[in-house]
Each structure stands twice: as C-alpha cells, then as structure tokens.
C-alpha cells in the first residue's frame, strides 16, 4: 500500500459529542471484543470519507476506506502518520488537536491552546532565505533533511522538510539549538549526493553537533520591508496598519525558554518599577503590562531552578485549593496516559503472537521496544515535560505521582504556575512578595525581565542558590560563562570562567559573584552562564573530495 498520500477516504472517530470519562480496568482490557466497528475500549467507531488529520494510534487506522488494512498496512500508516505530525507540529500547539477523541479535555490538562511555543514556527516575515530553503548547511556540504523514526531511511516517503524551518519543531528543550539533548534528534537524517550523483544517506548527528535556529531568524527590519512589499494586498489602509503594528510587537525570540531570553532586573529597572506602587507598596499587575515580562527562579521537582515567567491575564481564580486543583489536573493526566500505555502494548503483544517471520523480521525490534505512541501519549508527555521540567519517563511519571502523594502543597508549587499574578510588592530587605489570584503569596529573592533577545548562553539559576562550597565544587569552568564588558570599546563579551582565569567563586549578599582570578584581579559579575558549545565544523578544506558533498544530479530525458 502506497501512503506516501493519504487519500480523504480515512475514518475518524465522531469529535462532535461529548464522549464520558471512562474508567478502565487494566486486567480486563485484553478481554474486550474487538472488530472493524469497535476501538479496543469496546466503544463503538463512526467511520468518515474524510483523512482522520494527526491522529495517530495504532489500533484505529486498520480501517481505510471500504477495506480493512493488515496490521503490516496499519503499521505503516501509523507510521506514516506520526511523522507528518511531528514534521506539522501537532504535538505543540495544543494537548489534543480536533481529530483526538474528545471527553478527557478540551484544551489540555494545565493549559489552554495559546499556551505551547516550543516547537513553534517564527511569524513568515521572520524567517529568512536560510530557513525558506530546503537545504542545510554541513562540515561536507549542502544537504537534505529528513525523519526518519522506523529506522529505514524513510521508505514510505513522507519524512522530507518542506523547509529547513521546521526544525524549530525539533528543539524539544526550546534553547535555540537542535542537538543531542532533543528528542528526536537521533531520527533526523541527511540526504546528499557524492560528485557521481550517487545517493548518501547519514545520520545528522554524523554531520553537525548542533544547529543553531537563531541563524534562520531574519531582522525586524527585513521582516518590516517584506511586510510593506505586501502592502497593496491589504486592501484597506487600516489592515495594513494593524499588520504592521503586530509585526513590530512581535519578538520571534519569544518561543525560546526563559533561560536564554530573560536578564536580572538592574537598580534603574526596579526604581521604574517602584514608580507604579500604591501608598501600601503594592503594584498592581495590570499596570505590570506595559513593561518587559518578568520571570522569578523556581525550583522544579528535580530539585534543580528554571524561570517561570509571570502570568498577568487569562488564568481564573481557582475553585479549589491551589494544591488541590494540580493535583486533580495531574491526576487526570497520569490515569489518562497509563490507560492509553496499556492499550498500545495490548496491541503490540497481539502483534507479535500473529506477525508472520518476515514482518517480525522487519518490524521486531520496534516491536520488541515500541517507539510509536498515540497521538495523545505523545501530547501528555509534551505537557508533562512543561509542567514539571523533566524529561518524559514512567519512572518520571511515577516519580512525581508518588510526590504528591507525599506533600501535595510542595509538589503542586513545584509544577508550572496555572495561577495569575495579581500584584508584587517591593520589600524593604530588598526581596518582592508576590500575590496570584488562587490565594498564593510567595517571596522571591530576584525578578528577571526579557530582553526581547536570545543569547548563545542560559542563565545558570543553581549557581544563585548553591552553597559557597557546592559552588566551586561542581561548577564547570570550561562551560561557565561570564558577561565581561570590553575597557576599551566597551562591548560586552561571553567569556568562559576557565579563559578568565577563575580560580575561586565567592557568593556575594546581593545576589552577585566575585570571580577571583589565577592573577590576583576580582571580578564582579551578576550572573554565572552556561555556554553551548559552538558546532564542531571541522574546516571543509581539510575534507577529502570522496567525502564531500555535491548538488543533486539533473535527470536528463532524451
């Protein structure tokens, strides 16, 4: 079966009706009856003349068009599907998208639609000729992309970029780089050619340590000039206008994380905050709107800090207790997952007592180790990773189910805020109370602002809370960074701890470091970074011809 294009003859299941919560029992779910008319809960399935969209489990895509496919054919329109929705974004936009089924939630657990930006696509005037193009630049050469997840160099021929943008998609922990900490990272290949035409295929781990996204960022200027160019298919001068003023609002920096994006708040920015405070000291956060978005360091269930950027519109008040009302979100999620965890390993299980020696020669060691999830397993792991900062495991999810039931207010703090902040009032020590509409009040010692930027480093927040002697202990010189300013052109600079010379870092009482140096000088810094380490691109003179690589060969006709 060829599924390179899907045809619209697909069924889904019905999405205009509520469907009610349903409550499994694990041991019994291998005992339901299932045919062509039911889904493996034994609930009954409307078939449509129309493709099903993302969609992707395993066990509802054996049905196309008037003929039941093998599960070799659903296994590859499973396939096939995943990939188109990795490649779209559907993961990212939302926790389930219109062709999901409906009736465990509407718009997420956590959040709502508008909440997902990594794994986002810059506004099209933001994106420039490199990211437009189809071919990435290598150590070897120019190539093309693909995804590859079956491990078979994409044999169903739906895994090509459209565009080298789409590996915005791919930077799964949103700071700016695609490299071996994404998770898809492993499953993107190369497509080149050697100087006969014959075809070469590599992993691109094989030809660039990272890609930095930045470099497909064009500048608000040129996205300005390609926005007036489009002038005259406005059509009225005010549509025009309104285009423009959100194209000039618009920061395409904005879907990186906090880390690489947010800078501590100076003396001048907090006197212009205090500006705004009542005569009890309390500065209500609609005035907060017109300013740069501000972020405090929150440590996270694996005890390390992150950024939580501040909420001032959109969250309700909540009806429950704060800890109360995460853990019930959490817990919808965690059932939720693990019921769709058991159905997708029924199915492999079925799988492998029916497959024939040929197909388990094939397909047996992704069935022995099944990378393909649902559509919906895949979205609950996206949002468990926004809400938790960890990286999506059983033994995570475990992890953190076990933690609320230990200390339910501890562990619904240490998830992402759902709440929205309502004021902050500026102590007199120094530090910042700030108020959310769920009845919290928490003290922070430092607020961060967005500089409307990405920068190459991520603000390092546990050198902020580390001892004295963890500190010097466990801090890497070599990629620890500092923000130096020039003496004499007055630039600032990133430079490692190690090319300064540190040889002891003091913790100061106003939140700043002093960097002794191996020659006697002291160094006063407001923040420890980390740096990413540039590409290792090894100078492409240095590389033999047989290994470069060469434009696609042109097919002559005669």
Do not use: C, H
Request: proline share 1%; no cysteine.
């Amino acid at each position: 079966m060829n599924i390179s294009l899907l045809s619209s003859n697909t069924f889904q299941i019905q999405i205009n009706q509520k469907l009610p919560k349903i409550e499994l029992n694990f041991a019994q779910t291998e005992q339901i009856k299932q045919d062509e008319n039911t889904d493996r809960f034994g609930r009954k399935i409307e078939y449509y003349d129309y493709y099903a969209g993302s969609y992707g489990d395993i066990n509802i895509v054996q049905k196309y068009g008037t003929t039941t496919q093998t599960k070799e054919e659903a296994l590859d329109e499973f396939i096939a599907r995943q990939t188109k929705s990795i490649l779209g974004g559907a993961f990212y936009n939302s926790t389930f998208g219109a062709s999901d089924i409906k009736g465990i939630s509407e718009s997420g657990y956590f959040f709502n639609n508008d909440y997902y930006r990594y794994g986002k696509i810059p506004q099209e005037y933001y994106l420039n000729s490199y990211a437009n193009s189809n071919l990435i630049d290598t150590k070897f050469g120019k190539a093309e992309l693909f995804l590859d997840l079956a491990g078979d160099n994409d044999r169903l021929g739906v895994g090509s970029f459209s565009s080298n943008s789409q590996l915005f998609r791919f930077d799964s922990d949103g700071n700016g780089f695609v490299d071996k900490n994404d998770t898809y990272f492993d499953k993107l290949k190369i497509r080149a050619y050697d100087k006969d035409g014959n075809e070469i295929i590599k992993k691109l781990s094989e030809v660039v340590d990272s890609i930095n996204l930045k470099d497909f960022i064009d500048s608000k200027s040129n996205a300005l000039k390609k926005l007036e160019a489009q002038k005259d298919n406005y059509g009225t001068i005010e549509a025009y206008e309104n285009s423009l003023q959100s194209l000039k609002d618009y920061n395409p920096y904005s879907i990186f994380k906090p880390e690489v994006r947010y800078e501590s708040m100076n003396e001048n920015d907090i006197k212009e905050l205090s500006k705004l405070a009542d005569e009890d000291g309390w500065i209500d956060a609609s005035k907060l709107q017109e300013l740069a978005n501000l972020a405090y360091a929150k440590q996270g269930i694996d005890g390390n800090y992150k950024l939580e950027e501040l909420s001032y519109l959109g969250a309700n008040s909540q009806t429950n207790s704060y800890a109360n009302e995460q853990y019930s979100k959490f817990n919808s999620l965690y059932e939720d997952y693990m019921a769709e965890f058991e159905a997708l390993n029924g199915f492999f299980d079925s799988y492998k007592q029916t497959a024939s020696d040929e197909i388990m020669a094939e397909f047996g060691e992704m069935i022995e180790n099944p990378e393909f999830k649902s559509t919906r397993m895949l979205k609950i792991e996206s949002e468990f990773t926004a809400i938790t900062g960890l990286n999506f495991t059983l033994e995570n999810l475990q992890k953190v189910k076990d933690s609320f039931e230990k200390d339910r207010a501890n562990t619904a703090n240490m998830l992402k805020d759902t709440d929205t902040l309502t004021a902050i009032r500026i102590n007199k020590n120094g530090t910042f109370t700030l108020k959310f509409n769920s009845g919290r009040e928490i003290i922070v010692n430092e607020l961060y602002k967005d500089s409307g930027k990405a920068f190459d480093v991520e603000l390092n927040l546990n050198a902020k809370f580390a001892t004295q002697i963890e500190l010097n202990q466990d801090i890497d010189l070599v990629v620890s960074a500092a923000k130096i300013q020039d003496k004499i052109t007055g630039q600032i600079e990133i430079k490692s701890l190690k090319d300064l010379g540190v040889e002891i870092i003091k913790k100061l009482s106003n939140n700043k470091f002093a960097l002794q140096t191996n020659d006697g000088k002291t160094i006063i810094i407001d923040q420890i970074y980390t740096r990413f380490m540039p590409n290792n691109q090894n100078d492409i003179n240095l590389i033999d011809d047989k290994d470069k690589f060469y434009p696609k060969p042109l097919r002559i006709w005669v």
